[in-house]
């Protein structure tokens, strides 16, 4: 099972490989359509131009009865013989200017729902004119046309189905290289929770039993590292948690933000005090409800805090706002930092990005596992910049109208020296 996103990115590669295919098969019935429209035109063409030629010359033409004349110009006066020829022929000046030049002209008219092929040309002391009525012609370039376009439908479709196989089949084993990534990863990091925990916790031993400071200082770097160590291991163990569960199966309850928001931002109060950064927090004093997991919102809420403190110098500002929408709920966090590149956009929210001044969350999969918690919630997580002046990160999610479950009860907790109760008999 993978995540979201990358399903949405599985998705995205089959529909490229769907219209890759689909455009080359059609590229190539256009390709076969176009040669033989134009073959046939050129055909035409000539056969047009053959059977004016020869009728100019000897006074008949071969083609069908009725869509051919010639008509004899001599001292002023037309003949046309028997076949009277259609309104607006023969073309008087046409006649003129050749009994008057000599020289061989050819006109073309559209007219009557047809198209006329006309020459005109000096024979002896006269001047011929042969017209072709091109309908036939005209018919059969409208009946391979709709051939083509039934034969480009059935292949669009053919082209369709084709491609969608072919898709499949070519991400398919990115799909699986994805799942078996996904499962090595989960138990990867299953087996190294225990291990890193073990040496965590014995260099915290190590680090009380130090000696002098210069021990201590390397036992202290020694704890900083196994503790990034853990939460890359449970960033893991999470990302690997969201994937397996389906969205529409993750158990969900309906959770405040506005309260949730609140507590994340009251425990970054000591921190942003001692990096001398002002953390304001705008939201609205009802509760805002989405469905989701509170522990993994949390998580969002915390992890936008201190990636903001991270990046935000001492003198900074931190807004964090909080207000409902008709699209959901959004929770946009804004610092007063360096910024980022605005082309790093997107590459922000890729696993171990590695970007500038990132401190010591350089190498986490912190933002990477937001966006797969946002999605997992169906929701959206998106970041904006402006250089020099700091970057936004507005997550968007969907809200419910469900009541908040009210909180478990506390057992009563007997002080140690008080008597314990006694039985009494029913």
């Known amino acids: 099972m993978t995540s979201s996103f990358e399903q949405s990115v599985l998705r995205r590669a089959r529909l490229r490989v769907t219209l890759w295919v689909g455009g080359m098969i059609g590229a190539l019935l256009a390709l076969g359509g176009g040669i033989s429209y134009t073959a046939l035109l050129h055909s035409q063409q000539e056969q047009i131009a053959r059977e004016l030629s020869y009728g100019a010359a000897y006074g008949t033409i071969a083609g069908p009865p009725g869509c051919s004349w010639i008509i004899l110009y001599e001292a002023g006066t037309v003949d046309a013989g028997r076949n009277t020829p259609p309104p607006g022929l023969p073309l008087r000046s046409a006649l003129d200017e050749v ?20 020459r005109t040309q000096p024979r002896g002391t006269a001047v011929v004119q042969a017209v072709f009525d091109a309908r036939f012609q ?8 709709a051939a083509f376009l039934l034969a480009a439908l059935a292949g669009f479709l053919a082209a369709v189905l084709t491609g969608i196989l072919v898709g499949r089949r070519a991400v398919a084993p990115l799909a699986e290289a994805l799942g078996r990534q996904r499962r090595f990863v989960a138990d990867a990091s299953h087996e190294l929770r225990t291990p890193i925990a073990q040496v965590h916790t014995r260099a915290q031993i190590l680090a009380r039993r130090a000696r002098n400071e210069a021990d201590r200082r390397d036992y202290d770097r020694l704890i900083a590292t196994t503790r990034r160590l853990g939460e890359i291991v449970d960033e893991l163990l999470l990302s690997a948690r969201l994937a397996a569960t389906p969205r529409d199966t993750h158990p969900t309850e309906p959770v405040d933000l506005a309260r949730l928001t609140a507590e994340a931002v009251a425990g970054e109060t000591d921190r942003a005090a001692e990096k001398g950064v002002d953390v304001h927090l705008t939201a609205p004093g009802a509760p805002v409800l989405v469905p989701g997991i509170a522990s993994a919102l949390r998580r969002v809420v915390s992890e936008l805090l201190a990636n903001a403190l991270t990046h935000t110098p001492a003198g900074g500002r931190i807004d964090v706002t909080l207000h409902p929408s008709r699209r959901g709920a959004d929770l946009m966090v804004t610092d007063t930092g360096a910024g980022f590149d605005p082309a790093d956009a997107e590459r922000l929210f890729d696993r171990f990005h590695r970007g500038a001044g990132a401190g010591d969350r350089r190498f986490g999969l912190g933002l990477a596992l937001l966006r797969e918690v946002v999605t997992s919630h169906g929701g959206t997580i998106a970041a904006e910049c402006r250089p020099g002046a700091g970057a936004t990160f507005t997550v968007r999610l969907p809200t419910t109208t469900a009541p908040v479950p009210p909180p478990a009860p506390v057992p009563a907790v007997r002080p140690p020296d008080a008597p314990a109760p006694v039985a009494r008999p029913a």
């Not at 000599?102 to 073309?108: C, I, K, N, W």
């Not at 005209?138 to 046309?145: P, V």
């Open 138 to 145: 005209l018919a059969d370039r409208r009946h391979l046309l």
């Open 99 to 118: 009994a008057r030049t000599g020289a061989v002209r050819t006109d073309e008219l559209t007219r009557n729902g047809t198209t006329y092929y006309v």
